[in-house]
């Protein structure tokens, strides 16, 4: 089942994954706090995941900032397709 299948050009593309991380991470924030509250401890595998949303975060503003993906006159970028589908994947 496809939820969302859509052209996007790069900045809404960028807006797109960027909201998509920043949703990820506001998820496992409120599950650590859960935890803090019921147990009064952190959630392990929330704050490892929070640690690879960072530095996921950090590693893709890096390559979509690289002057080569700047979108310019002599150098357009391409739309880019985002699909979201009902599959579920474990890093």
């Not at 089942?1 to 790069?10: A, G, T």
């Not at 640690?51 to 950090?58: H, W």
């Amino acid at each position: 089942m496809k939820i969302l299948e859509q052209n996007v050009n790069s900045e809404d593309a960028k807006e797109l994954l960027l909201e998509i991380i920043q949703c990820t991470v506001n998820f496992y924030n409120v599950k650590n706090l859960r935890s803090h509250m019921q147990i009064g401890s952190p959630d392990v595998e929330s704050m490892n995941i929070l640690k690879q949303l960072v530095e996921t975060r950090n590693e893709l503003l890096k390559v979509l900032d690289e002057p080569t993906m700047k979108e310019g006159i002599n150098n357009p970028l391409p739309s880019i397709k985002i699909y979201f589908d009902s599959t579920l994947t474990t890093v």
